[in-house]
C-alpha cells in the first residue's frame, strides 16, 4: 500500500509522506494556483530539492492528505514551527488540484490536524498565517474555530499589488468548548 491511514476522517486521511510522489509535489509547487496562496511563487521546485526536504520531513510532523474513496494524493498539510516547551506550533496545508478544492477537504484536514495537535502532540495555541486575499482560506480557518490576533500590513507583494500577512490561532480550550458544543 502507498499510503497508510494514520488520521483518518470522512473524506480523506493523512498519511506519512511518499517518496513516490515527488513529481506530484514538484507539480504543484510549481503551479502558480497553488504557490500564491502558499507564499512560494517566487521559488522553483525541483524533483533533487523535492526529494531533499521530503527526506529531511521524515522526523516532523508533514503528512500527505489522501482522498478516502479511491486513495488519491490530494495535498499536504502539518504542523511546523513546533515549541514543545511551550506548547505552540504553526499549521499549513494546501490542495493541490483546482478540481479538488471547495468540497469541504481542507476543513476537514484542519479538524484532523487540531485535534491530533491538541489531544495528542498536547500542543496549546495552533497558529496560522494566511494573506488577506485568501478569502477561501480565511473562511475555512474561521469555521474550524480560528480567530485572528493580528495582521502584518502590506507584507506580502504578489502580482502587483501589496496584501497583508493575517495571523489567525486556535487555543485548546477554545477547541475543545466547540467539541463539547457539538455534543
Known sequence: MKYFKKLVGKQVYLSPMNVEDIETYVKWLNDFSVTDGIGTSDKITTVAGEKEWISKSENQYQLAIVRLEDDMLIGNCGFHEIDHLRQCAEVGLFIGEEEDRNKGYGQEVLDLLLDYGFNCLNFNNI???????????????????????????????LKGKFHDNVFMDILKEEYNKACSDLN
Open 127 to 157: 497558529m496560522l498565517k494566511v494573506f488577506s486575499f485568501n478569502e477561501r482560506a480565511i473562511n475555512c480557518y474561521k469555521k474550524a474555530g480560528f480567530k485572528e490576533i493580528g495582521r502584518r500590513r502590506q507584507s506580502h507583494y
